[in-house]
């Protein structure tokens, strides 16, 4: 388990040029560290009062001489040595110790684990640089007394990650089953547990080595830490510094020196920390972009349309490292005013990513459009700039989402989020804005809806909360709204109540609606149109009672049997045997005759049209209708 | 919320507690005669019993403890010997000029690292963002005291524009003007990295809000995308960026030490280090007690501005 993924993690780091430029210089730091006793310099404690201060590129000295002569180049060189020696070896004492306190405490847990922590805590309440100087205080200046105060105050901060690591992994059946097998608590650590901590015991190492070198350097430079004649980077800074204004450079270059080791280290640090981030990889930690990507190659070109939105021939990618996942492949949808059309599939059908894509908030990366246009009374939409399309975007085209206690924002009241949809389109003063919120609340029957209107997310019921995202869609009068599954995340009665809401809404204002969802149910009460989406595609479509009565694509008549059947009990209720296809894979045929009973060898043939059955319906199928 | 406030107030009672606890320990740990640490070793022998006496070192740890806990709620944190005065005294002056270095840069850092956090999410991989985030690793990876000596050289040798050192002008300065100008340099100085810590964690909190679906809710009802990033999204990462700016507190009070002895500032730093040099523990004790104990307070403040900004915080 510890190896997987070690080899696009190193993959990683050395594509990190940054991180590789750290560990070049840093390994040219330490290797010229290394050879200090064959370098021909002088040695770095021979004083020369004649030759004091001589600026860098004097003859026989490189940078030049301190302010008793002595060779500053030897002295950097020395001084780096015992620097680097000092802040790696707080390091590893504040590893092994806060290392041996974190997992003593994660691993017995319970009162240990409380009177640790709440110690650690306790030490974690100093400002660390402060609790150093106390610890340097008492014990006296000096080098190793630095080195000590700067590991303890470190020790904390690996003990808290550490802790955090090992209780993760202190009840996974693999520490249980040695537990079972008689292995003794010390060997279970030993053997189980610090392995599997290891890389954070790395990351965090990485990402204080740095720390602990300043640290060091900055108690020398003090004059707390390494003493005369002795000189780390730190105290040749601190000697520097009193000669700042007739010789710079005595304290410019080990400052310099300071710098540069720091600056690779943390380099190197933040490429192991980023090549380690499984999230990194799979850029789950990109920021969606305002506007979808759009990279279309192919546009229907057709002649304008009457209908108040049409798609033709969408097509949305998700393009994650060299994968491509194709959601949405190819879609045609049209809607009129008044009318409501469902959209129906399993989860990964595509059917939200469709209904994303109209106004282009599919996020991206790693999302990309990659086809097809979007008119909304005859003018592309996915053809217009930012400004047009903001405007439209809760304007005319309101959305109506899932689970709104996650799209609804957690720090601001609903009153607030509703005022703010409508001053976004239209010029209210933030009183007005307000009423008209309150009176939105009740149009959708809300209680009290002043009151509520002060009401955080978190404070209402899942019923309300969806009210008030349908509040928000309303706000501006749209022509068409999109709700996606705005009712699953509900229980059933409440899923009624909204519904019935939605469709008196739907009436009353000659509002078009798409209805996304994956209940034959919900289509069969709302819908006059329905589209079957499967893998990506538009597998069937045609008007609701049609299709429910005689569903073409065996696709469609598997997902009709999925539903049970209030007071019937004449249909079996089944589940589609086997799985959708990988969108990164899609076969070249028929989508569905992995699945289908009724496949046949060409099926998989070639590419399937959407070809019209009737006036009024199409499908995707060689040989629809015959089991219906 | 008011219960809240409560119990956040009563539970930093015990902290302090804490960290007297710990300051005492480190206290008793002095290797040797504690009296002639704390005299040092030039003192005579009847300094040191009297002192001994005085220090109540005859009893046992804990009734010592709470003997000293006793003086210092009183006020009594004892008598400096390298400045002959009590040390509660010389602490406060110290720590006034200490808190107008530390709250500026805190201001800075925070102002600063929040702007360079939200334009970096913003432009995510851009060039813009490569650029900053190595500009910040850079902020982090600078010695401050070395940084604090370019400075000098620039702009107070180099350009004359900026005084050097001190916190007023020797003749003719004590105003308001004459304490800014001597802030410049140490303030900017001291929040380099803090800027750098502010700036790293708001980024990543950005992006991290950014993905969330209630940013998509604010795209899809219209909301502008400046909105979006300074009204949805930063308001949801400040709730994370807030506890941050407190622990920040903590590195800068602390990195004040640097900075004070680089530009002569005349605050608890400055002094911490000397009294250490002259082997005066009470005054270091007391140094570290009032910074310490001032740190908490900021993370307090902190802890309750999130409160007040998340109305979720309820426990």
């Keep these: 388990m510890r190896t997987a993924g070690i080899k696009p993690a190193l993959a990683l780091l050395f594509r990190n040029r940054l991180a590789g430029l750290g560990a070049i210089v840093l390994s040219l730091v330490v290797a010229i560290c290394l050879m200090a006793p064959l370098l021909p310099v002088p040695d770095p404690d021979v004083t020369d009062p004649a030759n004091r201060l001589l600026r860098p590129l004097a003859k026989g000295h490189l940078l030049g001489t301190d302010h008793l002569g002595r060779d500053l180049l030897a002295r950097l060189i020395w001084g780096t040595l015992l620097s680097l020696a000092v802040g790696i070896s707080a390091s590893i004492i504040a590893a092994v110790v806060g290392s041996g306190i974190g997992i003593t405490a994660g691993y017995f847990g319970g009162r240990t684990d409380n009177f640790i922590m709440r110690g650690v805590d306790m030490l974690m309440a100093f400002p660390y640089i402060l609790l150093a100087l106390a610890i340097v205080a008492v014990l006296g200046p000096g080098l190793l007394n630095a080195l000590y105060a700067v590991a303890v105050v470190n020790i904390p901060f690996f003990a808290r990650n550490i802790r955090g690591a090992t209780v993760s992994i202190a009840h996974r059946e693999f520490v249980d089953a040695a537990r079972l097998s008689g292995m003794g608590d010390w060997r279970i650590v030993w053997h189980e547990i610090l392995p599997n901590v290891l890389p954070v015991i790395a990351i965090a190492m990485s990402t204080t080595v740095g720390w602990m070198i300043l640290e060091t350097a900055g108690l020398s430079f003090l004059g707390l830490g390494s003493q005369p004649p002795q000189a780390d980077l730190g105290s040749m800074l601190g000697e520097g510094r009193k000669l700042l204004i007739s010789a710079p450079h005595a304290s410019i270059v080990p400052g310099a020196m300071i710098f540069v080791i720091v600056m690779s280290i943390n380099l190197l640090g933040d490429g192991v920390r980023d090549a380690l981030d499984p999230r990194l990889r799979s850029g789950a930690l990109s920021r969606p972009a305002p506007v979808t990507r759009i990279e279309r190659t192919k546009i229907a070109n057709l002649a304008p349309s009457d209908h108040l939105l049409s798609v033709n021939g969408l097509a949305t990618h998700f393009e994650v490292g060299e994968r491509v996942y194709k959601a949405v492949g190819g879609v045609d949808l049209a809607i009129n005013p008044g009318e409501c059309l469902g959209i129906i599939g399993e989860s990964g059908s595509g059917k939200s990513v469709t209904a994303l894509s109209l106004l282009g908030l599919v996020a991206s990366p790693p999302g990309v459009i990659k086809a097809g246009s979007v008119h909304l009374n005859g003018e592309d939409l996915l053809a217009a700039d930012y400004e047009t399309l903001r405007v439209v975007r809760g304007g005319k085209v309101a959305y109506i989402f899932q689970d709104p206690l996650a799209t609804l924002h957690p720090l601001y009241t609903i009153g607030v989020q509703l005022a703010e949809a409508i001053r976004c389109h239209r010029p209210l003063s933030a009183q007005e804005a307000h009423n008209e919120a309150i009176d939105l609340l009740s149009r959708v029957q809300i209680p009290n809806a002043a009151a509520r209107s002060r009401n955080y997310p978190h404070e209402m019921s899942g019923g309300m909360r969806q009210r008030v995202g349908i509040a928000m869609a309303l706000a501006n009068d749209p022509e068409l709204i999109i709700a996606d599954e705005p009712t699953t995340a509900l229980d059933v009665t409440v899923q009624a109540q909204i519904l019935a809401l939605l469709d008196g809404l739907r009436h009353e204002r000659n509002l078009a609606l798409i209805f996304i969802t994956h209940d034959f149910g919900v289509v069969a009460q709302m819908c006059d149109q329905v589209a079957v989406m499967y893998a990506g595609r538009i597998v069937e479509t045609g008007t609701t009672t049609e299709i429910l009565s005689d569903p073409a694509h065996p696709y469609t008549a598997r997902l009709m049997q999925c539903v049970p059947e209030l007071g019937g009990g004449r249909r079996t209720l089944m589940s589609i045997p086997g799985l959708p296809p990988a969108l990164d894979d899609l076969p070249t045929g028929c989508a569905f005759a992995e699945r289908c009973d009724r496949a046949r060898n060409d099926c998989s043939e070639a590419p399937l049209d959407l070809a019209a059955i009737t006036k009024s319906r199409s499908v995707r199928c060689l040989y629809p209708g015959e089991a219906a | ?315």
């Design chain 2, 1 to 315: 919320m008011q219960a809240y406030v409560l119990r956040r107030l009563l539970a930093v009672v015990p902290v302090l507690l804490g960290l007297t606890v710990i300051v005492f320990l480190i206290m008793t740990l002095i290797p040797g005669d504690p009296a002639t640490a704390i005299l040092g070793s030039y003192a005579t022998p009847e300094n040191v019993d009297r002192l001994n006496k005085q220090l109540g070192l005859d009893k046992p740890l804990v009734q010592q403890y709470f003997i000293w806990l006793g003086n210092l709620l009183q006020g009594d944190f004892g008598r400096s010997y390298s400045l002959n005065r009590p040390v509660l005294d010389e602490v406060m002056e110290r720590f006034s000029a200490t808190l107008i270095l530390a709250g500026t840069s805190l201001l800075l850092c925070t102002l600063w690292g929040v702007l360079i956090g939200i334009w970096t999410a913003a432009r995510q991989y851009g060039w813009v963002d490569k650029i900053l985030t190595l500009v910040v690793l850079v902020g982090l990876s600078v010695p401050s005291f070395w940084l604090g000596l370019l400075l000098i050289l620039a702009f107070a040798v180099q350009l004359r524009w900026l005084p050097a050192s001190g916190m007023f002008a020797v003749y003719g300065g004590g105003d308001l003007a004459d304490l800014l100008k001597h802030l410049v340099l140490p303030a900017v100085t001291l929040s380099v990295v803090a800027t750098g810590v502010i700036a790293r964690l708001t980024r990543s909190a950005m992006l991290e809000v950014l993905r969330q679906d209630f940013i998509r809710t604010a795209r899809a009802k219209g909301v502008s995308e400046l909105k979006v990033l300074y009204g949805h999204a930063f308001k949801a990462a400040l709730v994370t960026i807030i506890p941050v700016i407190g622990v920040q507190a903590g590195f800068v009070l602390g990195g004040a030490v640097y900075i004070e002895t680089v530009f002569q500032w005349p605050g608890v730093g400055r002094m911490l280090v000397q009294a250490i040099s002259q082997r005066d523990i009470l005054l270091v004790q007391g140094g570290v007690i009032v910074v310490a104990a001032s740190y908490v307070l900021f993370n307090l403040l902190a802890d309750l501005a999130q409160s007040w900004l998340d109305p979720r915080i309820k426990t």
